[in-house]
């Protein structure tokens, strides 16, 4: 049978007088910009599966949450060439999206981002506020209120926020010196640079993890009763933001100075973030390898914690790595093979 178009192109031919040419030029078949790309290839093999061949985020894996369809253009990571570059080369934590730092070339992972771009709606260039603060090759901290970090939690008057180059920020509490929660995506907004004051610093990546308040604890335990952190600096240093801090006991006693330090971790687990902490003096830790797996209500997260070579006699080095969304196998198998691939795919 003829199809309905064709039929209409026959009757309307059939109705032309032959002497008049046809007036308008025939459309000109739609390029498919995408289909030329170098970089579809690449997407075809590695991303695909998740985000859908066109991009829509309907691909053939079947996921707990849906891949981004990249075709709607609204990226909650940044949608920067760099932002995009930055979540392909280490994943998001707390969800499937992998880290393809080493299975992928730079040059491919850009070739990439703009071909992400390319799938989706063309973007208005806005321009950035002068108080948006933007990571780059360095880490960044700044310091200000921080707004509740769960809908409906207090505000902390006291807060700072290191931003890492890998795109992530973590945010502290300075008062009593704890993790609140750790962000992927854009830095961060000096709304308090813009008014009268009295605005927060507002974080503008979007929330990974939340931190239970004092689940970092289990670093600190055997130094026994401890009343309260007291910060004493923050800095960049070696590639790396960093907080120096004391550990004081119920009658406001020193106990130890802390060096944190804050970086992104992936392993073929997931992807996540790691935190070293340089604890100075240092008491013997018989125990120094850990995991714990903890759900807090729709959360699950995976936590490590190992010991580190101490640049220095007295010190003790102790990393937890903390993977969110990843569970922890029942068997003892296993998690013999997390573990071991959570220590060998270690940066340091
Ligand atoms: C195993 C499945 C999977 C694979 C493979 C995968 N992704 Fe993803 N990706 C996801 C999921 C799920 C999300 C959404 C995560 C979220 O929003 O929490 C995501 C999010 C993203 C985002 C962030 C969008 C935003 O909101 O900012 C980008 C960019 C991205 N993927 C690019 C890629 C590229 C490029 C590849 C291939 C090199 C790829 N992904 C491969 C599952 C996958």
Redesign the pocket.
């Known amino acids: 049978m003829l199809s309905p178009i064709l039929l209409c192109a026959l009757v309307c031919l059939a109705q032309q007088p032959a002497q008049t040419p046809a007036q308008t030029p025939p459309e000109p078949k739609p390029v498919d910009v995408h289909a030329e790309h170098p970089a579809r290839p ?2 075809l093999a ?6 859908g061949e066109t991009g829509d ?1 309907q ?1 053939t ?1 079947k ?6 369809s ?1 075709q709607d253009g ?6 920067t060439p760099e ?2 570059v930055r ?2 080369t280490y ?2 934590p ?5 880290s ?1 730092e080493k ?2 070339a730079l040059e ?2 850009k070739q ?2 703009e ?2 771009l390319l799938l989706g709606p063309v973007q208005e260039k806005t321009d950035a506020k002068d108080s948006v603060m933007v990571v780059k090759d360095r880490p960044l901290v700044v310091r200000g209120k921080l707004p509740p970090v769960v809908e409906g939690g207090p505000e902390f008057p006291r807060g700072l926020l290191i931003g890492t180059p890998e795109g992530l920020s973590f945010e502290y509490r300075t008062d009593d010196v704890r993790l609140l929660a750790v962000r992927n ?1 854009e830095f961060a907004d000096r709304a308090d640079w813009r008014g009268r004051g009295g605005d927060a610093l507002v974080p503008l990546g ?1 929330t ?1 993890h939340v931190r239970e308040s004092g689940s970092d604890d289990w670093i600190f335990a055997r130094f026994g009763a401890l009343s309260r952190r007291q910060m004493r600096a923050s800095e960049v240093l070696g590639g790396a933001g960093r907080l120096r801090y004391e550990l004081l006991d119920p009658s406001g006693k020193h106990v130890a100075n802390v060096l944190e330090t804050p970086t992104a971790f992936t392993c073929s687990a997931g992807a996540g973030y790691a935190r070293r902490f340089e604890i100075d003096p240092g008491v013997p830790d018989p125990q120094s390898a850990l995991a714990s797996h903890e759900v807090h209500g729709a959360l699950a997260e995976l936590k490590l914690r190992r010991g580190l070579a101490s640049p220095r006699a007295n010190v003790l080095v102790l990393e937890e790595i903390t993977l969110p969304g990843v569970l922890w196998p029942a068997d003892a198998a296993g998690q013999k093979k997390l573990m071991d691939s959570f220590l060998a795919e270690a940066k340091r």
């Open positions: 690449l997407f590695n991303c695909a599966q998740c985000h985020g691909g894996t996921l707990d949450r849906q891949a981004r990249f609204g990226f909650s990571y940044g949608n932002a995009l979540t392909i994943g998001i707390g969800s499937p999206m992998p393809f299975a992928l491919q992972r990439l981002a071909y992400v995506g979007k990974v």
